[in-house]
T-cell receptor
Framework: EAGVAQSPRYKIIEKRQSVAFWCNPI?????LYWYQQILGQGPKLLIQ????????DSQLPKDRFSAERLKGVDSTLKIQPAKLEDSAVYLC?????????????FGSGTRLTVV | AQSVAQPEDQVNVAEGNPLTVKCTYS??????LFWYVQYPNRGLQFLLK??????LVKGSYGFEAEFNKSQTSFHLKKPSALVSDSALYFC??????????????FGAGTRLAVHP
């Protein structure tokens, strides 16, 4: 089966600019996650979707970050305006169902550098 | 809240020697534990998981992990390290109710360097 697709792979922007990332999960995976991985740290969950509904966005900085999952398939994550501390790898993951049974499948990530 | 800790930033081992990457956990209820590996410029790849059953869990690429309830640990092991095992390793714990919406909480990661 095809994996989780993310684009772009790399992005460099200036602070205060906006940026968007795209994720296409594995077909049939109802649950989609966006994680932020800052250099030297473990991934931190930003937002979790079940189909097209948000089930956890408690760690999403909502003043600048937004995410949507249209029709319960593709998802976009947006940052506006970006700050220097947003430099990180943004990982998308999807899950077929119960984590106990299936775990996550991760995409390769988008590396964002804010200058 | 559920959490995991990886006490070592980096582990160095010679090729052919056994390796151990440490992880301790703090959970309420039964722990559901995972190990993932990340190669440069790649996403995280699943290695193995402990849900219930045998304390020794076998996973991908010859890795195994030992669940120890009394020590609240879930250390990753391999009997004979390969240079190609060099990567970043993450321990993770499931957070959320059984049957409900769950997510993984990750540790900070341990860099494994296997020297020829």
């Amino acid at each position: 089966e095809a994996g989780v697709a993310q684009s772009p792979r790399y992005k460099i922007i200036e602070k205060r600019q906006s940026v968007a990332f795209w994720c296409n999960p594995i077909s049939g995976h109802a649950t989609l996650y966006w994680y932020q991985q800052i250099l030297g740290q473990g991934p931190k969950l930003l937002i979790q979707f079940q189909n097209n509904g948000v089930v956890d966005d408690s760690q999403l900085p909502k003043d600048r970050f937004s995410a949507e999952r249209l029709k319960g398939v593709d998802s976009t994550l947006k940052i506006q305006p970006a700050k220097l501390e947003d430099s990180a790898v943004y990982l998308c993951a999807s899950s077929k169902g119960s984590l106990d049974l299936y775990g996550y499948t991760f995409g390769s990530g988008t590396r964002l550098t804010v200058v | 809240a559920q959490s995991v800790a990886q006490p070592e930033d980096q582990v160095n081992v010679a090729e052919g020697n056994p390796l151990t990457v440490k992880c301790t956990y703090s959970v309420s209820g039964n722990p559901y534990l995972f190990w993932y590996v990340q190669y440069p410029n790649r996403g995280l790849q699943f290695l193995l998981k402990y849900i219930t059953g045998d304390n020794l869990v076998k996973g991908s690429y010859g890795f195994e992990a030992e669940f120890n309830k009394s020590q609240t640990s879930f250390h990753l092991k391999k009997p004979s390290a390969l240079v190609s095992d060099s990567a970043l390793y993450f321990c993770a714990v499931r957070d959320g109710p059984t049957g409900g919406y769950n997510k993984l909480i990750f540790g900070a990661g341990t860099r494994l360097a296997v020297h020829p």
